[in-house]
């Protein structure tokens, strides 16, 4: 008798543990949201972190500020005396910069509280309602996750018997099984756990459904909140950059409104008495007056134009003239001109009366004989005594400056003095009352009235010659 064939199991696509589990992982689901809820709460905490920096920041402006910028502002201004003290000027602009200054040191700190006790708290709730918001999800749709992670664990253990069990129904013939372990029973039992696994899978998706309807309302509200803390942030940042720059306008316009004349008016006016007043007439040499510019020793006896024939290889240019002095001391200078300005007028020659000889008269002629003193030192003692022929323009003149001469110099052969000597012995008895003309070349010789020296012992000093003075210094002349 033929053994009938035993019926085997077909396994088709359905048996596939893919086709029996859900496509769609639920648990994915919820750690997908708790991720993004994650990411939401990173970004608040940036936010966070950023607002918090700032106020930081201004708050070490502020004492920045206070430290570096305000010192040297807070220093009076070096030689401060310069500077006009009324408003208007430059120490208006360093007062308006100061007080600027503070104010701005004081908006730092208000930006700095503003930023941490108006903006962060609002990031601060912010943060906490992600944070529950990833909680609730984690305790209700998470444990939905769990519940469904588990009916799937319990519906595979039995798909997993059941193919067991079919598999040793197929090869074994006669085989006994447990009435627990039957094919069909097993069968039903899966079933069960696939509709509890089904059930379990369906909440869990009408919680995930729940909860991403929820989310975008979620996300609408934590935008919301950002957008708000943002505004207020830009509120508080704009109103402080508009206070800054009307601060800055401030000092602009200060500086910009110094009339450019002001500090230098106000300079002057302070010291006009010693600053040079540009409408004050220049001084000329006619106002001007010094020590002893009247004494009797600086008038001459007798000054004018003389005629000096040339020596040497000059004497072919005959005689050249030139101005002439006999000073009380006792010198008889020659100058080319009476300019006493344009250069220093040294004499070109000085001849000393008491050491020389003048010979007689001839007409409007006479000679001196004796040695030149001007020039160094040494070359006054390398000197020789030489005939110095002069000419005057009349026979008179002659006479003037002969007889004056003579009441110096020895007349004839007579021994000559040593010029140390003479300068001690010879009196100076003479004063010029008339005021000497510079400047102007006389064409005769002119020998004042008193203008004649006496011997004797040397005269006391002229009367009242630069008693105004208290020192040497050159005064103006006081006109009546």
């Not at 064939?5 to 994915?28: E, H, M, Q, Y």
């Not at 936010?47 to 070490?60: M, P, R, S």
């Not at 708000?228 to 942030?233: K, L, P, V």
């Not at 220093?344 to 020659?349: A, F, L």
Request: charged share 20%; aromatic share 6%.
């Amino acid at each position: 008798m033929a053994t009938p064939a035993l019926p085997t199991r077909a396994k088709t696509t359905n048996d596939s543990d893919d086709d029996v589990v859900s496509a769609g992982d639920p648990s994915s689901t919820a750690g997908l949201l708790i991720e993004r809820l994650q990411a939401w709460k990173h970004m608040c905490g940036n936010l966070e972190a950023y607002i918090g920096a700032v106020a930081k920041e201004h708050a070490g402006f502020a004492k920045e500020h206070e430290k570096i910028v305000m010192k040297p502002l807070s220093s009076p201004l070096r030689e401060a005396h310069h500077f006009d003290s009324a408003l208007g000027g430059v120490a208006g602009l360093f007062e308006n910069l100061r007080s600027n200054t503070q104010n701005q040191i004081s908006l730092y700190g208000e930006t700095s509280k503003n930023l941490t006790g108006s903006v962060l708290p609002v990031l601060e709730r912010l943060h906490s309602e992600i944070k529950n918001k990833t909680k609730e999800i984690t305790s209700g749709a998470g444990k939905g996750s769990k519940a469904v992670d588990a009916a799937r664990g319990h519906s595979q253990k039995h798909i997993e018997l059941l193919g067991q069990q079919a598999a040793h129904f197929d090869t074994t013939v006669g085989g006994r099984v447990t009435a627990n372990h039957d094919p069909y029973v097993l069968k039903r039992g899966v079933l069960h756990r696939l509709n509890k696994q089904l059930l379990e899978e369906n909440n869990n998706r009408q919680d995930l459904i729940s909860v991403q309807n929820s989310f975008s309302q979620f996300e609408a509200h934590v935008l919301q909140t950002i957008q708000t803390a943002i505004n207020s942030y830009n509120q508080f940042m704009s109103g402080q950059a508009d206070r800054q720059k009307a601060m800055f306008g401030d000092i602009a316009a200060t500086t910009s409104n110094i009339p450019l004349d002001f500090e230098w008016n106000g300079f002057v006016k302070r010291n006009q008495n010693v600053l040079v007043n540009p409408n004050a007439s220049s001084r000329s040499m006619n106002d001007v007056s010094f020590p002893n510019e009247n004494h009797r020793s600086t008038k001459p006896l007798i000054e004018g134009t003389l005629e000096r024939k040339s020596r040497g290889m000059g004497a072919l240019k005959g005689y050249t003239g030139g101005h002439y002095v006999v000073t009380p001391a006792g010198f008889l200078h020659e100058y080319k001109d009476t300019d006493n300005f344009h250069k220093d007028p040294t004499p070109e020659r000085s001849l000393y009366l008491p050491d020389s000889i003048i010979g007689a008269i001839d007409g409007n002629k006479f000679t001196i004989k004796g040695k030149d003193s001007s020039g160094s030192k040494i070359g006054q003692k390398m000197a020789i005594t030489s005939d110095f022929q002069f000419k005057a323009h009349t026979d008179a003149d002659a006479r003037q400056w002969h007889s004056i001469i003579a009441s110096f110099a020895n007349s004839g052969g007579s021994a000559p003095t040593s010029p140390v000597e003479s300068r001690n012995i010879t009196p100076i008895a003479t004063r010029i009352e008339e005021p000497q003309t510079q400047g102007v070349t006389p064409t005769s010789a002119k020998t004042p009235t008193s203008a004649q020296p006496l011997s004797g012992t040397s005269p006391p000093s002229a009367t009242g010659a630069g008693s105004h003075f208290a020192s040497g210094t050159v005064g103006d002349k006081k006109h009546s």
